[in-house]
């Protein structure tokens, strides 16, 4: 079960990271602490703490080159979808997130559309940022707005790059889904939210992280997460 934060804007792998690790992912005791009672995720396992729909298109944060992309459909009206845009010194990349199957397709879309927005509200500050309460709900909407908290209690931000690859994904009936998937963070790093500096001091701690989420499709058709739980390195279909 996971109670800190992590790297981009997801849950940690224990509560004992040091403000001095630098990857964003290996964040920090001053965060897991101050996110400790808040970040308790209802989850079942793991231990810690993500283009056009199904097509590949370069990721958000502007990377181009060969790392995927992430699969996303344009805004809709019906939807209103949020919009995100991350700065130009960060970027998502998703590996494999296109299956050709369209169910399963969409909810991928909004499994990477969400981990944009949790990342966009983490380098803005904004606990209140629309994209947070448009893909979460339930618990895992509470345990969200408390991870973005949790950063701007620690006067940080981060910067870099995460890949996300590896994804799996189950439906249950038209309106519940699992989507398991790997990150790597060895190419993100803690920011000091006012004075810019990086830390790219070397740490021990694995960049792989296996997260095992639920979503639940709502009534205007987007797949919301209501759950998320992680699993720092150990996770033998997520290393290189």
């Given amino acids: 079960m996971s109670t800190a934060p992590v790297h981009?804007?997801?849950w940690p792998a224990s509560p004992t990271r040091k403000l001095t690790l630098n990857r964003r992912s290996t964040l920090?005791?001053?965060i897991a602490l101050t996110a400790a009672a808040a970040l308790s995720l209802s989850a079942c396992g793991s231990d810690h703490n993500p283009g056009e729909q199904g097509g590949d298109r370069p990721s958000v944060g502007g990377a181009a080159g060969g790392a995927s992309a992430s699969p996303r459909t344009s805004a809709s009206p019906s939807f209103g979808r949020p919009a995100v845009q991350l700065p130009s010194d960060v970027?998502?990349?998703?590996?494999g997130w296109k299956t050709g199957?369209?169910?399963e397709d969409a909810v991928l879309s909004d499994a990477a559309?969400?981990?944009d927005a949790t990342n966009d509200a983490i380098l803005r500050g904004d606990t209140g940022a629309p994209g947070l309460s448009f893909y979460y709900r339930d618990k895992a909407l509470s345990d969200a707005v408390a991870w973005v908290q949790a950063?701007?209690?620690?006067?940080?931000?981060?910067t870099g790059t995460t890949r996300y690859y590896a994804p799996k994904v189950t439906l249950s009936g038209g309106t519940a889904a699992s989507v398991v998937y790997c990150s790597d963070e060895s190419k993100g790093f803690n920011?000091?939210?006012r004075t810019g500096k990086v830390d790219r001091t070397p740490t021990d701690d694995s960049p792989y992280?296996?997260?095992n989420t639920r979503l639940e499709k709502s009534g205007k058709g987007v797949w919301q997460t209501t759950r998320l739980t992680s699993k720092r390195g150990g996770a033998d279909g997520c290393q290189p």
């Fill in 8 to 10: 981009r804007a997801h």
């Fill in 28 to 30: 920090i005791a001053a």
């Fill in 91 to 95: 970027t998502d990349t998703y590996e």
């Fill in 101 to 103: 199957e369209e169910a």
């Fill in 113 to 115: 559309r969400r981990i």
């Fill in 151 to 158: 950063y701007l209690d620690a006067n940080l931000t981060f």
């Fill in 191 to 193: 920011k000091n939210r």
């Fill in 209 to 211: 992280v296996l997260y």
